[in-house]
């Protein structure tokens, strides 16, 4: 199912980027670690997830091919389902990572994050190159899918998710229905981008590489 945004929708996005832009850097000086706490008071659809390993999920690439979620480790992911019969739900969520990844691409985030909507159904041409429009091997692996990712969320909610993975593969947070401001998700991802995939060694681990 590919969206397709009018004429005021992409104006509109264009606005939204302007201004992102322009927020993000003064966000990315400060959460740091508390990066999920500061989006929880600042995004009432977030749910902070205390970091862990995102359950394996295999999607039919365009190329035919099956592609695996652990094969995106080291790229911010920003994951989302579209199943027949979702409707409106899933359609407003996803016009709004539309407007969200409309603003990243104009930024230097864009080789940092990659964005994957799974569905029923096979899809046409990606919307961005790095948005992956993908159909899941089975509509019951879809939602096992769904339904895992879901596990560590402390809302009983049945509106669709987002769930944001860290580049190290780790689920961190989760955006809820379609209510958020695509600010706070372009700021949260931004925040995500700016972490570490990898411990920073010690000063004395720096020391002993300088002389091995």
Same mark, same amino acid.
């Given at each position: 199912?590919?969206?397709?945004?009018?004429?005021?929708?992409?104006?509109?996005?264009?606005?939204?980027?302007?201004s992102q832009l322009a927020a993000v850097p003064?966000?990315?000086?400060h959460p740091g670690e508390n990066l999920n706490q500061v989006m929880a008071a600042k995004e009432?659809?977030?749910?902070?997830?205390?970091?862990?390993?995102?359950?394996?999920?295999?999607?039919?690439?365009?190329?035919?091919?099956?592609?695996?979620?652990?094969?995106?480790?080291?790229? +911010?992911?920003? /994951?989302?389902?579209?199943?027949?019969?979702? =409707?409106?739900?899933?359609? *407003?969520?996803? %016009?709004? !990572?539309?407007?969200?990844?409309?603003?990243?691409?104009?930024?230097?985030?864009?080789?940092?994050?990659?964005?994957?909507?799974?569905?029923?159904?096979?899809?046409?041409?990606?919307?961005?190159?790095?948005?992956?429009?993908?159909?899941?091997?089975?509509?019951?692996?879809?939602?096992?899918?769904?339904?895992?990712?879901?596990?560590?969320?402390?809302?009983?909610?049945?509106?669709?998710? +987002?769930?944001? /993975?860290?580049?190290?593969?780790?689920?961190? =947070?989760?955006?809820?229905? *379609?209510?958020? %401001?695509? !600010?706070?998700?372009?700021?949260?991802?931004?925040?995500?981008?700016?972490?570490?995939?990898?411990?920073?060694?010690?000063?004395?681990?720096?020391?002993?590489?300088?002389?091995?």
């Amino acid at each position: 199912m590919t969206m397709i945004f009018s004429l005021s929708a992409r104006f509109g996005a264009f606005l939204l980027c302007a201004s992102q832009l322009a927020a993000v850097p003064a966000f990315a000086d400060h959460p740091g670690e508390n990066l999920n706490q500061v989006m929880a008071a600042k995004e009432a659809s977030f749910e902070p997830i205390t970091p862990r390993d995102a359950p394996e999920l295999v999607w039919q690439g365009a190329s035919g091919d099956l592609v695996s979620l652990s094969t995106l480790k080291g790229k +911010v992911v920003v /994951l989302s389902f579209l199943p027949n019969g979702c =409707g409106s739900p899933c359609e *407003a969520q996803q %016009e709004k !990572l539309g407007q969200t990844i409309s603003a990243l691409n104009s930024s230097a985030m864009r080789e940092m994050v990659v964005f994957v909507t799974l569905s029923d159904d096979p899809q046409t041409d990606p919307r961005e190159q790095n948005w992956m429009s993908a159909q899941g091997p089975d509509a019951e692996s879809l939602v096992d899918a769904s339904i895992a990712l879901a596990a560590p969320s402390d809302r009983p909610s049945t509106s669709p998710q +987002v769930h944001l /993975l860290n580049r190290k593969g780790q689920q961190v =947070g989760i955006f809820h229905g *379609a209510d958020f %401001e695509p !600010l706070n998700l372009l700021l949260y991802i931004n925040g995500l981008t700016n972490a570490h995939p990898h411990e920073e060694p010690s000063i004395l681990q720096r020391v002993i590489g300088w002389f091995s």
